[in-house]
């Protein structure tokens, strides 16, 4: 086991390089840049993602990589609406967000600096990269952790449910609900329960914005947790309608399948009752891909697909962070939380395969290739 470990540790180091590197490299290619965003702002033409480069269509993260060269270009062939600007000022804004080095330079210094967890501040926001994200953790947190709990503590059993009345009458509404469910996109429910409960047309239940109430400091100990949940009610329930569907019918199949076995059919012909078979011996073995999941679907509930349901509902997350920076051009942002969250995915994939065997100590990944 150390030895699968201390390989898939390994591994993480040439997966991020390779990850950063093509990140790196397509945003050469990506039109617009924070050197063009400041011009825009200033010359009254801020389009922000829709900003485009002139003469080459490199971007300005990429765009030439001799200094000089930029300078005798000036603010006429490189950068589309700096006409009249003077070259030195172009230059100035160049070197300030570190664009006056080569291509290969800038993103050696990035690799050196990661791997400190250096990432620098924030283009637009005056802030260190790593204050901003902390700033936004705890919507994303909250989000990933409860719509995680919620979604498993209800998709495990209604799934031994189903798989133990497989083709009844249950089984067959249920699976229909389940899937009109995951067929519902979760902004759109997200609107739904907003015009239902949140003062859209008919009852005014739930608050609309944040995490907390203004008052918030002021209350006591129980009011603060009822009003964060309170807060939290209709967004979770917006992400997590479709996220039964996975987690049940993995359940019921798992079920189906240890059910069918030949240990079962022993364990019944010794005279063990249902709730006995299904517990005692279905239970642990049916249940291994499910918990070992567990850690990977927090971070993938925890880190994605929640953009649209912060933005609905005016939360201030990473997912709405990650959307701006991008649009903004806001790169340091960009590149930090890439390389953040791929670290903590790629450690998770980890944990989960350890998983495996803490819950059944018979797997063995000593003798696995990675």
Do not use: C
Not at 17 to 41: C, D, K, N, T, Y
Not at 185 to 206: E, K, N
Request: glycine content about 10%; aromatic content about 14%; charged content about 15%.
């Amino acid at each position: 086991m150390a030895a699968y470990i201390l390989r898939r540790l390994l591994l993480i180091i040439p997966t991020l390089f390779g990850m950063l590197l093509v990140s790196f490299v397509i945003i050469q290619f990506a039109p617009g840049g924070p050197v063009e965003r400041v011009i825009a702002q200033l010359t009254g033409t801020d389009v922000a993602a829709t900003a485009r480069i002139g003469g080459s269509a490199a971007g300005d993260f990429g765009g030439t990589d001799n200094p000089a060269a930029q300078g005798e270009a000036g603010s006429t062939s490189k950068y589309r609406g700096a006409q009249g600007l003077d070259p030195e000022f172009i230059r100035k804004l160049e070197k300030q967000f570190g664009f006056d080095k080569p291509a290969h330079e800038r993103f050696a210094m990035m690799i050196w600096n990661f791997l400190r967890f250096e990432f620098g501040e924030s283009y637009y926001r005056d802030v260190s990269v790593v204050s901003l994200i902390i700033e936004k953790m705890p919507v994303s947190i909250s989000l990933g952790l409860w719509m995680t709990l919620l979604s498993y503590g209800i998709s495990i059993p209604l799934g031994i449910r189903k798989a133990v009345r497989d083709g009844s009458r249950f089984d067959v509404w249920s699976s229909g609900i389940v899937v009109i469910g995951y067929a519902i996109p979760g902004f759109l429910f997200a609107v739904l329960l907003i015009i239902l409960f949140a003062g859209g047309s008919f009852f005014d239940v739930f608050p609309l914005r944040g995490l907390t109430s203004e008052n918030f400091a002021e209350m006591t100990w129980w009011q603060k947790i009822g009003d964060y949940f309170w807060h939290l009610t209709l967004p979770i329930i917006s992400m997590a309608v479709g996220a039964f569907a996975t987690t049940t019918f993995l359940t019921k199949n798992s079920f189906l399948d240890e059910i069918r076995k030949h240990y079962v059919t022993t364990a019944r012909a010794k005279g063990l009752g249902e709730r006995d078979v299904l517990y005692r011996h279905v239970f642990r073995n049916a249940m291994l891909i499910i918990i070992a999941g567990f850690p990977g679907a927090f971070i993938a509930s925890f880190f994605t697909g929640s953009l649209l349901i912060e933005t609905i509902f005016s939360l201030d997350g990473l997912g709405l962070l990650s959307f701006e920076s991008i649009v903004n051009r806001d790169y340091p942002v960009v590149f930090a939380t890439l390389y953040i969250f791929g670290l903590m995915g790629l450690v998770t994939n980890l944990i989960s395969d350890l998983t495996y065997t803490w819950i059944d100590p018979r797997i063995d990944f000593d003798t696995r290739e990675v």
